[in-house]
């Protein structure tokens, strides 16, 4: 099966910069990008060469200076400068760091703001980050009360950019607009954002981001997260994680915590060396990619994709306007979660979020237009002749 | 060279189970731990079998479990049950967890009581703890007053069990049943004890522990670390880091926390697939491993190279006694820097930390009597001759 949009995809190369397995069409890449096919080597030789050979060593060649290295790698994939974003810990814990420190900067503001049926480990974290600062509470609320809902006491406006469900994007300038109007500061998590839409954190003014590493960044699985701190704020925050990492002198061995200047001073513990080398391939692989091509193949994917759920009498819950969506589709179905097994059965893997949600992500980097209608066909079958009420795709089980 | 004691250690062949390089002796272990053999396979499975070829199924194939399945791995060599130790995040996050939690039992007991000149992000994340929760403070004195330092306020005693630097070991036992006879909760930084000295951590009545997985476990650089919670405390303390992956229901998705039972509360982000398949090959490793013959090696190893600095004029700044050290050796000299420059120039791998010490690791699993006993003699005479004091030896370089 050929496509005409494949002959003249200016991204068709970066497929053979993968290894995806023979028979699969994946379109979970949102979820858990593919294994580059430089990551195999480059993983092997931090453990074979820079652990086993140099040892001890290796902090003095590339470990100890990796979080800042990946994060100025990143850094063109968010619209930032090199010294405003830092690679360590997971989205967990740097949105704890944020969330604290923007909650400490005015005494009067003691508000998160944030969007009932966001991300749970967002939602969840600023349980945490409020029970940290006295006086704070978190306000969640619908998402189309979100701008209301920001006032004098707001701290910090704090919103998922592409939703994990729906897919739908905020408006990132209009959103940080509104906090700033109201006073606040605005963080986004970038988690399903990255890598699928162009971003411009340093033109939308906003003030915090962070995001994970092993979704459209293809970083492997449980890969090193990002955290962006804008340019003005960097010595005004500090991180509640104050660990050794960030300080000032961490070689000095000093009793008293003294954050370090710029981006350093959000790191905790000792850099995951093994997670940074895979994670630096992927970049380095972005580095050769035009986001704003990728994008623009995202967008025909989607709409491949789209056609083929629609004309099987699915409702698709992602907004149909590019300007209002990432890259990934989601139609609901009673069944979805049967016939999300039921098309993995059939080589095309998606996921399932529960309740009632079949989600698929359209990923330009390895992903052919033909492949893409290929799965719409097999989608579309499945629906059709109802292959998802055979007892096997009734079994349910937890995936990522 | 040979030395008696190699022909009949039960340890040998262990040695052959580690890929060290060619004409090194590596006495930094301590610091970081050579590569097991096995590690480069079990790596490049989870890399090119796990990720590449199973993609996101991979998270029910045994990555979701490892957090827990690691810490069942690590509990023996502790002395701790399967279900108290958690493996994830860093020393530090683990840290911060720990004590946020302890300082929130009881709301007259506000203070962390701690040990000037602790391994640094100790004292640096305990600053950060008490600033989470109102009233708290940190009260660091010198180790011979840390026993009267405690009180009716005293919420929980934190120490390193063996000293990063001088290797002296606290009595796990009397210190851990002098905080509760102040009412205090007991918690200690096993970072430089775990694969070095046996542990009893539910014998002594010990209530929170953490550590890290890449010095004496040999997990690999920047390792993740580990978390203990004794039984008794599990269902009263909750982590401040309250992410997804401690969630009661993970993949239920819904707004509000509810902690997990059990260790996996105070897991917070998506695990660290990759560094954590190198743990798990080092703990399979260690799972074959009697830790007190690998104490009963050291302590041979330890009194070699001890002997050789001090015919040397060295001086010694580790406790003779076992009972009252843990497995690395330190002398003080004021040019320890240079000294450590020297011995590296001769296949003689330890470490410097400022301002003073030169530190060497006697790690029993893969280092013979024989290397030791060669390593005393280059520092002898790297000492006898002052070879130290070449220039290229006086540039001064951090090394973690």
Known sequence: MTHSLDRTDPLAPLRDRFALPDG??????NSLGPLPRATPAAVADAVERQWGERLIRGWNEGWIDAPVRL???LAPLLG???HEVIVGDSTSANLFKALVAALR??????TIVSE??????DL???EGAVACVPGARLHVVPCDEVAAALGPDTAVLLLTHVHYKTARRWNMAALTAAAHEAGALMLWDLSHSVGAVPLDLDGAGVDLAVGCGYKYLNGGPGAPAFLYVAQRWQDRLASPLSGWMGHAEPFAFADAYHPAPGMKRWLAGTPPVLGMAALEVALDLWAQTDIAAAWVKAQALWTILADAGTAAGLECVTPADPAER???ISFRHPQAHAIVQALIARGVIGDFRAPDIARFGLTPLYLSHAEV???GAILHEVIATEAWRAPEYQNRQAVT
């Open 24 to 29: 699969v069409i994946y379109l979970d890449g």
């Open 71 to 73: 994060g100025g790698k």
């Open 80 to 82: 930032a400068g090199a």
């Open 105 to 110: 900067v005015s005494p009067e503001r003691r």
């Open 116 to 121: 009932a049926g966001n991300f749970p480990t």
């Open 124 to 126: 969840h974290i600023a």
């Open 326 to 328: 990432g890259s990934h």
């Open 373 to 375: 209608e290929r799965a």
